[in-house]
């Protein structure tokens, strides 16, 4: 069986980061490996929540599993909290990612902004663990981060083309700008190889509201596709799809949660995609 090693924290309630990366990964037919940064008692959208920061464990995880021999088919990190942190994902990536996919998720920013407690400097810190990546996936705020640019509500098929391609140039054979809405009620992806010099991108319908961890599940539905082999177009698709049906079969809900989508409700379908 195939194993996938992610890097993220987990909140205790609260769908986003591990809370849907082992689920989701798990459901596509991969064994997880989780490497837990910190436990918080629910996600950052609710006001008082507990946090318990495990930097100190991640280094003797990694030296077990150097001991076990353990091997991976995809490093993917998601939010990192710290410096540190970052400098444990390196880590990670030049002891067990010699035959292995590396997915960088920069959660970092949105919406124009950073998140709360990080700064420029992180985000250049962070440019820099991305090169180390064959796959990067940010936001078009978090690539505005990355590459030092102001950022944009609006951008043109142009203008994202020409930031993928810049990205890619920060090292990563792989740049992917989620949420990209180019086209009124439109919302998608545009992906760019820099080894094939291809351009891949999908859309859909964007269904009328959004929710916290959405960004988690497509990155974890996307690593999940690639390990499995179904190739960047339809990896892209399937990431792309799942996510949208995670928020449908939400909205359908009378009286759904505002904190998270139903994404336990659409793994049938996510199997039903990938058997296809």
């Not at 949208?244 to 989508?261: D, P, S, W």
Request: charged share 25%; proline share 3%.
């Amino acid at each position: 069986m195939k194993r996938i090693a992610t890097m993220q924290d987990i909140s205790c309630i609260g769908k986003c980061s591990l809370t849907v990366a082992l689920p989701i990964i798990s459901a596509m037919g991969v064994e997880t490996a989780v490497i837990p940064t910190a436990v918080l008692s629910t996600h950052t959208m609710f006001n008082g929540f507990t946090f318990h920061d495990l930097t100190a464990e991640i280094r003797p995880i990694m030296d077990h599993w150097k001991k076990e021999g353990f091997g991976f088919s995809a490093l993917y990190t998601g939010y990192l909290g710290s410096f540190e942190q970052l400098n444990l994902a390196e880590q990670l990536f030049e002891e067990f990612g010699k035959d292995a996919l590396i997915l960088v998720d920069p959660c970092m920013a949105d919406n124009g902004k950073l998140y709360a407690g990080f700064t420029e400097e992180f985000a250049a810190a962070m440019a820099k663990l991305c090169a180390k990546a064959d796959i990067i996936c940010p936001n078009t705020t978090e690539a505005s981060f990355l590459l030092n640019e102001p950022w944009k509500e609006k951008y043109t098929e142009e203008e994202i083309l020409a930031m993928l391609k810049k990205l890619t140039g920060l090292g990563a054979k792989i740049a992917v700008l989620t949420g990209i809405s180019l086209e009124e009620g439109e919302l998608g992806v545009y992906a760019y190889d820099s080894e094939k010099d291809r351009v891949y991108k999908y859309s859909r319908y964007e269904l009328p509201r959004h929710f916290h961890g959405t960004g988690d599940i497509w990155a974890s539905t996307f690593c999940g596709a690639m390990v499995n082999e179904k190739g960047m177009e339809e990896s892209l698709k399937i990431a792309t799809d799942y996510t949208a049906e995670c928020i449908r079969l939400t909205l359908q809900e009378e009286n759904y949660n505002t904190y998270g989508v139903n994404f336990e409700q659409a793994i049938p379908y996510l199997l039903n995609r990938m058997n296809r």
